[in-house]
């Protein structure tokens, strides 16, 4: 009797495991609420309100003042971009954005989309909504959402999304067309910033999850680089069942394991062993100067974001040259490192001034920088995140471009996405890659849909 009671105990407590492990492979949706006070009992008006872009003139003449009254720092010899921003070719930014920049122009550019607003979980949830101007019969539209990172903004993706919404007009034989759904993350640009603490990457996903739900939406892929990598990841997470295909540009597994950490120490030798690719090696090795020397060089911000951004916010939301600097600099080292030796940080040879202070006046006449910094803080803060120990179900595409600032080979990105349908080499472009590189990118999010539209996934 005691020998049966002991095996039916111990049935059940694997039968409860077996249970509460197949339980645990989705992230828990769950609910909040971030605006201001307490919650109110009446249920959130989900009415999809118009939104267009709009600056007063007394909002330019003080950008202008500041501008005028803009003081500078004088630059080492030869330090070019090895110090952060050169004060030199920042003058030079700082002359276009006065007397040559147009705002209203851009605005005009920004509006060219149509965009909106509606309140989820407390806040204003601002959108780019892009339909495509003419299907062919009898095709339908695939719905993409794509998330930004920080220090972009829904702007990045001005010149994909016609290569997806209207690829033949573009000369790409592309055989799908997509419906673009281009969300701010709440507290970036013209989404409300949440009033509460601890709104991180799960947070986001699920209220971008309640956005394509609310807007008929069952079923939808996603892309995203950067924080819309992670946020993106935890929506696939949470609702893997409505997230057809995940398509990243940026991927951030830390490898675990004896194998992977003796593929750091030995990979270079016997990349065959660790399962490397010859790309792998010349990207990843030597591991001391290409990993960890350009993260002890370009990871600063993160730490100062990840655990006081306040302080430094509070000195760039009132200075829109310090503004400039601090967001301009990652648009020329993340986008190739060999830029630090440039004295204009090779800015223009990647993006014109125009599409660069488009990005940084969004910032600006939204007053978002702190709020989109406290995101590191809210995101990566505390003891692990639970999305931390899942896998990844959903297909998954990844596109590895050249000059990304943080590498990591498919055998390492598979121990978190466990269905990766395609990984490609992209030779060229960094880490803004819809911003710096569309065609690029646009290829690699077609070509990767085309293959989860015909079944090329694992099961």
């Not at 630059?75 to 090895?82: A, G, T, V």
């Not at 593929?263 to 010859?278: A, D, K, N, T, V």
């Not at 803080?377 to 505390?382: C, D, L, S, Y």
């Not at 990118?441 to 099961?459: R, S, T, W």
Request: aromatic share 14%; hydrophobic share 40%; glycine share 8%.
């Amino acid at each position: 009797m005691l020998l049966e009671i002991l095996l039916a105990v111990v049935l059940g407590a694997v039968i409860y495991l077996f249970l509460t492990k197949k339980k645990e492979e989705a992230l828990p949706v769950g609910d909040g609420w971030w605006g201001r006070g307490q919650k109110p009992d009446v249920e959130e008006d989900e009415t999809i309100h118009s939104f267009k872009v709009e600056t007063s003139e007394a909002d330019i003449n003080y950008l202008h003042r500041r501008l005028d009254e803009a003081r500078f720092s004088e630059p080492l010899e030869d330090s070019n971009f090895h110090y952060g921003f050169n004060s030199t070719y920042l003058k030079k930014i700082v002359s276009y954005w006065r007397n040559q920049f147009s705002w209203k122009k851009q605005v005009e550019i920004l509006n060219k989309f149509p965009q909106f607003k509606t309140k989820i979980e407390g806040i204003d949830v601002h959108f780019l909504h892009v339909k495509p101007s003419h299907l062919p019969e009898g095709q339908l539209a695939k719905p993409l959402l794509m998330v930004h990172g920080w220090p972009g903004s829904f702007y990045e993706f001005y010149r994909i999304i016609p290569l997806l919404t209207d690829p033949a007009s573009h000369c790409l034989k592309s055989g799908l067309i997509f419906e673009i759904i281009a969300p701010s993350i709440p507290g970036y640009g013209f989404s409300e910033a949440p009033h509460k603490k601890d709104f991180d990457s799960v947070c986001a996903a699920r209220v971008f999850y309640k956005l394509m739900r609310r807007l008929g939406f069952h079923e939808f892929y996603i892309q995203g680089g950067d924080w819309g990598s992670l946020v993106g990841t935890n929506l696939a997470q949470m609702a893997p069942s409505h997230v057809k295909g995940l398509h990243l540009n940026f991927v951030t597994v830390a490898p675990t394991g004896c194998k992977p950490l003796l593929s750091i120490l030995l990979g270079q030798y016997f990349p065959r062993w660790f399962g490397f690719q010859p790309e792998d090696v010349k990207r990843l090795f030597p591991f001391v100067s290409k990993v960890l020397v350009n993260l002890w060089m370009e990871f600063g911000y993160f730490h100062i974001q990840a655990t006081k951004p306040d302080t430094v916010g509070c000195g760039l939301n009132d200075s829109p040259v310090g503004l400039a600097a601090y967001i301009l600099e990652k648009f020329s080292t993340w986008t190739d490192p060999s830029f630090r030796d440039l004295e204009d940080g090779g800015l223009e040879k990647k993006y014109s001034l125009d599409d660069l202070l488009t990005n940084v006046m969004i910032y600006w006449v939204s007053g978002c920088i702190v709020p989109s910094m406290r995101f590191y803080k809210e995101t990566t803060g505390g003891n692990r995140k639970k999305h931390e120990k899942l896998p990844v179900h959903v297909p998954t595409g990844i596109a590895s471009f050249l000059h990304e600032i943080l590498y990591i080979p498919r055998v390492w990105a598979q121990q978190k996405y466990i269905n990766i349908v395609s990984f490609n080499y992209v030779p060229r472009g960094g880490h803004f890659a819809a911003f710096e590189e569309p065609e690029l990118l646009a290829d690699d999010i077609v070509q990767f849909v085309e293959k989860v539209e015909k079944g090329n996934v694992a099961k």
